[in-house]
């Protein structure tokens, strides 16, 4: 393409995703040298100056000649846009505490409720809505742009933007990469060295193959050989669940126990830290009623120990996740400003600039990359992006089992998007009645009528 590149970002004020995909953006070559013309956007008003500042700190720390801007009115920011990336939440830590505990107060095994589980449903529903009026205002200002998007529950969210606008959404995320380190461990291979590639949905999927990059090995036999051979109390939080899976379906999943156990209903006896993440003593009240939302863990990996004993020391950064993908001061070992490693950037250069760029992963309507799964259900597939746009990668049959865990998966969604367009609770209720971790109807529907009366004001209209 000839001329600048406009890139929008919106929740620009966030201290992960601005200051990490500014950086991204600016240590590129290939977008910068294209004459990049970059648009913070956020609702709220207060962290877009903060945001701009480092921006420009960057970007003469870097030399390059860039147009930077800030607004709160996406109408005006959209037009002319060639991409825009999306990452938003509604007070995020305050209502995933309600996510997690109020499904399990009425009985849900679900274990972690960002994605999947009850929870899941509730916190799509909530950053539906927001993220629909970006895909809607797209189709009026800027309807060639590409969408990708990052905000949580991903598969849900690009399942929604791609049946009810028009625009072309690409979900990204970087829990594949999680699957290859925790790979790598077991092997004891460096990371880099293994070429592996992944299926399934976003949080859910499955290598189909994993081979040495410099020798061409086969690395599977010698994985199954040392899983075995792995003690079990080995990173339990992060890897029990995936050894477990790969045993008994004969693939190794991804990224970890907390993401993939959202999607099964037995997966609790596999995540020690379960009963450690948004803990409060009811005594005292509950996070939303005393506006204390308590502290959140990862998982094990993160030392309880660690949490100061007093409230004015203060507490540690806790990994974020999904989330986590570096705030301003990331920088490498010498001093250098780093990439955060997540892959809008590489798609960008290839779809805008046409670098031939390969992708460990993207979320896409199926057209046939995922065999088994239903047309138009959103997939996670290996990709190229090139000047002729996104080539995402047709993929081997799963096997059937796996297959039967995803079917459900993909249908909740499709019922979640339908309900969402219906304002429809019984709707709804259709697809928390399929999730793994739903105990009986009538839990069902107190589930959905308390999480309403709880979050009414920011969840969409939705009737009996």
């Known amino acids: 393409m000839s001329g600048g590149v406009r890139i929008?970002?919106?929740?620009?004020?966030?201290?992960?995703?601005?200051?990490?995909?500014?950086?991204?953006?600016?240590?590129?070559?290939?977008?910068?040298?294209?004459?990049?013309?970059?648009?913070?956007?956020?609702?709220?008003?207060?962290?877009?100056p903060r945001t701009q500042a480092y921006a420009e700190s960057v970007a003469v720390r870097l030399g390059r000649s860039v147009s930077l801007s800030a607004t709160t009115d996406l109408a005006e920011a959209l037009p002319g846009a060639h991409a825009v990336v999306l990452a938003i939440e509604i007070r995020r830590y305050f209502y995933w505490a309600q996510d997690f505990h109020i499904p399990r107060q009425f009985g849900s095994s679900q274990i972690y409720g960002e994605n999947g589980g009850p929870g899941?449903?509730?916190?799509?529903?909530?950053?539906?809505?927001?993220?629909?009026?970006?895909?809607?205002?797209?189709?009026?200002?800027?309807?060639?742009?590409?969408?990708?998007?990052?905000?949580?529950?991903?598969?849900?969210?690009?399942?929604?933007?791609?049946?009810?606008?028009?625009?072309?959404?690409?979900?990204?995320?970087?829990?594949?990469?999680h699957g290859?380190?925790?790979?790598?461990?077991?092997?004891?291979?460096?990371?880099?060295?293994?070429?592996?590639?992944?299926?399934?949905?976003?949080h859910f999927s499955w290598f189909e193959s994993?081979?040495?990059?410099?020798?061409?090995?086969?690395?599977?036999?010698?994985?199954?050989?040392?899983?075995?051979?792995?003690?079990?109390?080995?990173?339990?939080?992060?890897?029990?669940?995936?050894?477990?899976?790969?045993?008994?379906?004969?693939?190794?999943?991804?990224?970890?126990?907390?993401?993939?156990g959202e999607y099964l209903g037995w997966a609790r006896e596999f995540l020690g830290s379960s009963l450690l993440q948004f803990f409060h003593d009811?005594?005292?009240?509950?996070?939303?009623?005393?506006?204390?939302?308590?502290?959140?863990?990862?998982?094990?990996?993160?030392?309880?120990?660690?949490?100061?004993?007093?409230?004015?020391?203060?507490?540690?950064?806790?990994?974020?996740?999904?989330?986590?993908?570096g705030g301003e001061d990331e920088?490498?070992?010498?001093?250098?400003?780093?990439?955060?490693?997540?892959?809008?950037?590489?798609?960008?250069?290839?779809?805008?600039?046409?670098?031939?760029?390969?992708?460990?992963?993207v979320n896409v309507p199926n057209e046939g990359y995922v065999p088994g799964?239903?047309?138009?259900?959103?997939?996670?597939?290996?990709?190229?992006?090139?000047r002729d746009g996104l080539h995402p990668a047709a993929m081997e049959p799963l096997p059937e089992g796996i297959l039967g865990l995803l079917r459900t998966q993909t249908t909740i969604s499709r019922l979640l998007v339908d309900a969402f367009a219906e304002g429809s609770r019984r709707t709804l209720l259709q697809a928390l009645l399929l999730d793994p971790t739903t105990t009986s109807y009538r839990t069902a529907v107190h589930t959905i009528n308390e999480m309403f009366r709880l979050q009414g004001e920011v969840l969409p209209e939705m009737e009996w």
Request: net charge negative; aromatic share 6%; hydrophobic share 40%.
């Open 8 to 48: 929008v970002l919106v929740g620009a004020g966030s201290r992960e995703f601005g200051p990490a995909s500014i950086r991204d953006l600016l240590l590129s070559d290939a977008l910068c040298d294209r004459g990049l013309d970059i648009v913070l956007v956020d609702i709220d008003p207060s962290e877009l």
């Open 120 to 177: 899941g449903l509730f916190h799509a529903l909530r950053n539906m809505g927001p993220a629909m009026d970006v895909a809607r205002a797209m189709e009026a200002h800027c309807p060639e742009a590409w969408l990708i998007n990052y905000t949580n529950p991903l598969t849900k969210l690009c399942e929604a933007q791609s049946r009810l606008s028009s625009v072309r959404v690409v979900g990204l995320c970087h829990g594949v990469f």
């Open 210 to 260: 994993v081979r040495d990059r410099e020798t061409g090995e086969d690395l599977y036999p010698g994985l199954r050989r040392r899983e075995r051979e792995a003690h079990w109390l080995h990173d339990w939080d992060e890897i029990a669940l995936s050894r477990i899976l790969f045993r008994v379906f004969g693939r190794y999943p991804s990224p970890g126990a907390n993401h993939i």
């Open 331 to 361: 920088v490498g070992a010498t001093g250098e400003l780093t990439p955060s490693g997540e892959l809008a950037v590489p798609l960008l250069e290839g779809v805008l600039c046409g670098v031939d760029t390969c992708l460990d992963a």
């Open 180 to 202: 290859m380190e925790q790979m790598a461990r077991l092997l004891e291979l460096p990371a880099e060295r293994l070429d592996a590639r992944a299926s399934g949905l976003n």
């Open 373 to 386: 799964l239903s047309e138009g259900a959103v997939v996670e597939v290996p990709a190229r992006a090139d």
């Open 282 to 325: 009811p005594v005292q009240g509950a996070p939303w009623e005393t506006g204390e939302t308590p502290t959140w863990l990862y998982n094990l990996g993160e030392n309880p120990t660690d949490v100061p004993a007093f409230p004015e020391s203060p507490l540690p950064r806790v990994r974020n996740g999904d989330d986590e993908t």
